[in-house]
């Protein structure tokens, strides 16, 4: 399995907005609705801010917000904050039955 | 809370086997899957597989003839085994709460950091 494809950086300015892609392919992101985004700062633990494409754990921000669409996934941070910059990484279930992880994009808030 | 707590050798010599266990408090084993998952110093995440409550298992395609998993309900642990280890498997090793599907991930140990060398 491959993984999925992120870009490895973005970048925005306190106050804006940020949106983060996650393309794979029918057999994973586009074949269902199990697409998880994380959030990982340095020599922490990752923590799951979106799962099931939009849904947010309770006591993650409203500002982090998951669509899809075909077979490509984002994340969109709005009101950026310092402390939102770190590295995230997406996830999807895939048609073998196994987890198959994006290879990360590190956020970077200007 | 649920908490999760890795443990086992830091240091594993090259071929030998590599052996992890994660402890569950705080919350029960079942109903959920269990995941283990790994990063090389300095890269991305890795999905190595899941062990459900009931011992079901699925492991990632490129590590399926080196791995295998269990899980102990009396102890509320999850194990991982890893065989024939080269210095590529040198990683932070984690395990984490798939949950009622193997991807939600909502809880995670901190991690332990398991080097392969001589």
């Known amino acids: 399995q491959s993984a999925l494809t992120q870009p490895a950086s973005v970048s925005g300015s306190p106050g804006q907005s940020i949106t983060i892609s996650c393309t794979g392919t029918?057999?994973?992101?586009?074949?269902?609705?199990?697409v998880s985004w994380y959030q990982q700062h340095p020599g922490r633990a990752p923590k799951v801010m979106i799962y099931q494409v939009f849904k947010r754990p309770l006591g993650v921000s409203n500002r982090f917000s998951g669509s899809k669409s075909g077979n490509t996934a984002s994340l969109t941070i709005s009101g950026l904050q310092a402390e939102d910059e770190a590295d995230y990484y997406c996830s999807s279930y895939t048609s073998s039955r196994t987890l198959v992880f994006g290879g990360g994009t590190k956020l970077t808030v200007l | 809370q649920v908490q999760l707590q890795e443990s086992g050798p830091g240091l594993v010599r090259p071929s030998e086997t590599l052996s992890l266990t994660c402890s569950v408090s705080g919350g029960s084993i079942s109903p959920y899957f269990w995941n283990w998952i790994r990063q090389p110093p300095g890269k991305g995440l890795e999905w190595i597989g899941y062990?459900?409550?009931?011992?079901?298992?699925n492991y990632s395609p490129s590590l399926k003839r080196r791995v295998s998993m269990s899980v102990d309900t009396s102890k509320d642990q999850v194990s991982l085994t890893l065989t024939s280890v080269t210095a590529a498997d040198t990683a932070v090793y984690y395990c984490?709460?798939?949950?009622?599907?193997?991807?939600?991930?909502?809880?995670w140990g901190q991690g332990i950091l398991v080097t392969v060398s001589s």
């Open positions: 062990v459900f409550y009931n011992g079901d298992t």
């Open positions: 984490a709460r798939g949950g009622t599907v193997i991807t939600t991930n909502d809880y």
């Open positions: 029918s057999s994973d992101v586009g074949g269902y609705n199990y």
